[in-house]
């Protein structure tokens, strides 16, 4: 008698190609890194924001022919926009009163806490102004001056 066998796949065949395809996918997603990868967008963003604001003072002073009265030589954060107290840090608020220089005060993509932004703005004596983000990710520094 001749006997007929059935197209199909036996269990460790099956196994076995499930078993390959959890390896391969693992292999990928530990050469892509995600969290190194979303560290990287993030301090992307961080540095679209710190020029955000050099820009909007530098355009401020080149208008009013004067720095905003906040920004002092000392490394301080900026407040967010509409906060309810800026005790203890620059208050940004000229620049955006008539949207005029910026909608609102950048804040940094981790969400900064309380009423600051999570940027740091101060000047030198001679007036060159220097905006950094502290909480950069990846040992990387985020620094602009101008």
């Known amino acids: 008698m001749n ?4 197209g199909g796949f036996t ?3 099956i196994l076995l190609v499930i078993a390959i395809i959890a390896i391969l996918a693992a292999i990928v997603i530990i050469a892509i890194n995600p969290g190194r990868q979303l560290a990287q ?7 679209t924001n710190v020029n955000t604001v050099l ?8 208008d009013k022919g004067t720095l905003p009265a906040a920004i002092t030589t000392t490394p ?18 000229v620049l955006t009163s008539s949207e005029t220089y910026l909608v609102s005060i950048p804040t940094d ?8 932004a999570g940027y740091e703005i101060y000047k030198t004596a001679t007036s ?3 905006v950094t983000a502290p909480d950069a ?3 990387e520094t985020i620094q602009v001056t101008r």
Not at 55 to 62: F, L
Not at 109 to 116: C, D, F, H, L, V
């Open 3 to 6: 006997k007929v066998r059935s």
């Open 11 to 13: 269990l460790l065949e």
């Open 41 to 47: 967008s993030r301090n992307a963003q961080r540095w």
């Open 55 to 62: 820009n909007a003072v530098y355009q401020y002073n080149i």
């Open 76 to 93: 301080t954060e900026i407040c967010k926009t509409g906060s309810a107290s800026c005790t203890g840090l620059v208050d940004l608020s």
């Open 109 to 116: 993509p981790t969400g900064a806490s309380g009423s600051g």
């Open 128 to 130: 060159r102004v220097t």
């Open 137 to 139: 990710e990846l040992s």
